[in-house]
């Protein structure tokens, strides 16, 4: 053996060494200690309280109840050799083939409303107790600024009556907050609200401490800035002039959507969740189907068009896509949407 392959031998040695030694345990605690990984304190802080409509009859939900009540179809036909049991830990899974056209579909025939359907009523501290109701998910976007989510998911949604029927009517209803904080201070907050929603400042919002109010719609669950009667159209559908469907909100039920929380933080670049606490299931999060049934089909008995022909009109509408189809990594703090400019309103009452 020439001197020279000795040297590089002996470096070699010296380098799987090396490996060795940075792979032992005793490293690695270390490190996670000096990186602690924790959700951002002003996150909690500032978080919204949500306050549900009084003659609320759907309630927040528990996320993974929702796949105890459904299975998953494509075309209205259940997936063959699906994963069983369906978890949050496997639920993207699905994602496989034609997952965008996979809809969580009842087990049940919800035009019994069975009691699932209704949620989970907040005790007097707030908390949807026994059910997990809400993903929290937090983006570093750099420079100080960072975008908090607050995905509350409801297990239906009562779309309100149009012309004196019901109208838009589904299972599973994810609706959110965002709270964009420079430098750990809140400066603008998006409400979600049916297909698009409203952006105030921070300052401008209605408060109980410093955590701004959220108004939950009957039914609907779209979120407002303030009590009272909203009128909206049905999204992406003109309607004739009389035509008006309303929102109502009020100060019924208090909801502290910090106290049954999942929270995770995203990064964009990676596309990829971390659950800042291990025993939170991060893999649903990935999921691109639908949290609800498909939407009927006229010749299904429990389906009525208000106007024959307008789909948007149905009784039953189709299930909501879940957190990731949200927008998380945005410019603004609405979420873009062709045709619409993010306004951000310095008053409650412009
Ligand atoms: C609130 O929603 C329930 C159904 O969830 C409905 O029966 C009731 O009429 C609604 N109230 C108003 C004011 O729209
Ligand atoms: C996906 O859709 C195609 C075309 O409709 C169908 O042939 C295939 O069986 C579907 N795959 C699954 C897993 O449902
Ligand atoms: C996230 O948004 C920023 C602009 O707001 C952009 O520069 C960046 O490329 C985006 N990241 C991804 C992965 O899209």
Request: net charge negative; glycine share 8%.
């Amino acid at each position: 053996m020439s001197p020279s392959s000795q040297m590089w031998l002996g470096l070699l040695a010296g380098l799987s060494q090396l490996r060795q030694v940075s792979s032992t345990p005793f490293i690695i605690p270390f490190l996670e200690e000096r990186q602690a990984f924790t959700v951002p304190a002003f996150v909690s802080t500032y978080a919204p309280l949500v306050w549900l409509y009084s003659g609320e009859k759907y309630f927040p939900s528990d996320i993974r109840a929702q796949l105890d009540h459904t299975k998953p179809e494509v075309n209205f036909e259940v997936i063959p050799g699906y994963p069983t049991p369906l978890t949050l830990d496997n639920l993207d899974s699905l994602n496989a083939d034609n997952g965008t056209q996979v809809y969580l579909t009842s087990v049940d025939d919800i035009t019994t409303n069975p009691t699932w359907l209704n949620g989970v009523k907040p005790d007097s501290t707030g908390k949807t107790d026994g059910a997990v109701s809400v993903a929290i998910i937090v983006n570093d976007r750099g420079n100080g600024e960072v975008d908090a989510f607050y995905m509350y998911f409801y297990a239906f949604n009562w779309g309100g009556t149009f012309l004196g029927e019901d109208v838009d009517d589904h299972v599973g209803d994810w609706e959110h907050n965002m709270i964009r904080f420079v430098n750990g201070v809140p400066s603008q907050v998006w409400y979600s609200q049916h297909s698009f929603g409203e952006a105030f400042t921070y300052d401008c919002l209605e408060k109980q401490g410093v955590r701004p109010f959220t108004y939950s719609a009957n039914g609907s669950h779209a979120n407002y800035a303030i009590t009272g009667e909203h009128d909206h159209t049905i999204p992406n559908f003109n309607l004739p002039g009389t035509g008006i469907l309303t929102d109502y909100t009020d100060q019924g039920t208090l909801w502290d959507p910090l106290l049954n929380a999942y929270f995770y933080s995203f990064n964009a670049d990676a596309n990829t969740y971390k659950a800042y606490d291990s025993s939170y299931p991060t893999a649903w999060l990935k999921f691109v189907g639908k949290w609800g049934d498909e939407q009927y089909p006229n010749s299904d008995k429990r389906q009525h068009e208000v106007i024959p022909g307008i789909s948007a009109t149905a009784h039953y509408a189709g299930g909501p896509t879940g957190p990731e189809d949200k927008q998380l990594n945005r410019t603004e703090v609405c979420p873009t949407a062709s045709g619409y400019v993010c306004d951000v309103r310095t008053s409650l009452t412009s």
